[in-house]
Every structure is written in C-alpha cells, then in structure tokens.
C-alpha cells in the first residue's frame, strides 16, 4: 500500500516537476514589479568575451590607460566588452515569453568610435544583415570606454538565425560604423550562453 501511495504521489506532481524544468537552472531571474515582467538571463554572461578578444582588449586599454589599477581594468573589460547574447521577457499576467537578442560593441575611450549604423553575422559564410535604428540602440560611456548595445525582439527566423549561430564552426559579427568596421568572433562562452537561453525559452513555451 506505501509503495502505491508513493508512485501517487510521483504521478501527481510529476506534471510541476516537468513544466519547472532543468533548463530554467541555467538562468537568472530578475522581476520587474512596475512593468509587470520577469527577465531571464544566463548565469555565464558577465560579459562574453573570449581569451583572445579580452587579451586584445587588456592591451588596448593599457595602452590608453597605463595607470588603471588591475581592479578598475577588470571592471572595465567586463562592463564594456563587446558580444551576442538573448534574455526572456515574461509578461506576468498574460505569461507570454518574448525572446530578445542583443549585441554589444564596447570600445575603450583611448581609441577612435563611432555610432553603428549596422551590423552583420555572419554564420559559416552565411550572411544575416540588421540595420540599427539609433533611437532603439543603448549608448554609454564614461573616462574608460564607450559601448553601445541594440536590442531586438526574436521573430521565429531570429531564432531560427541562432540555432544555427549555436552549432557553427566559425561565427563573426561585422558592426559597420560610419567610419569603417570592426569585427567580433564569437567565443564558445557566448555560444553556450545562447543554448542555454534557446533550450530555456523551448522549455517555457
């Protein structure tokens, strides 16, 4: 009788246990009360830059900032390195899950800048171009680096474009200022980190 009770047991909560879900593990939630919403984001992304792209950007800032302590370096490499990366937006009452894609270029103050005014990825050859409407774009900066994010909303060809980006061998971004361009490889880390948000998202749907 205790080992039918049990199994019960198991099948009444086994619906809860599958729509909590393993994959919502790898996120962050944050709640915004006034808007109404909460936003997942994943646990990796502090930001998500490779060796080689934060090797490349520790020489540039030493360079243009010698007499930066190695906390204050730290602190600017992380806030203002350049990368791709999606969160979740969930509206509270209705429960509807919109997936954003974002991407970042930070540039350190020493060295010249400029607004985008697109950007390409750029996926195993394959070319996928985004215009950006500069009243839609996040623009910062202070004594150390200038960044500028844009945020998009995930039609289901965005997601379709990051499923792809997730498995490539090789995926570059090319953000087109209005003075030239500058390339981003995007890292494993980043990679990863938008596995997590896609399996997540699939998972709360």
Known sequence: MKLIAFILVILSVGPFLAFAGPKLDNLDKSVDKIDGIEVYKDKSIKFLMGKEAYAKYEKEINVSWPKMTSEQKSTAID????????????????????????????????????????YKIVIDGEQFEFPVDDRKSVRENDAYAFVETVEKECKEADLKMIQKLVGSKETIIRFYLQNGHMDHVVSAKEKSALKNVIEALQEMK
Do not use: E
């Open 79 to 118: 806030k203002y390195s350049t990368g791709i990366y999606m969160h979740l937006v969930k509206d509270i009452k209705s429960s509807k899950v919109i997936p954003k894609l974002l991407v970042r270029l930070g540039i350190s103050m020493g060295a010249s800048f400029d607004y985008m005014a697109k």
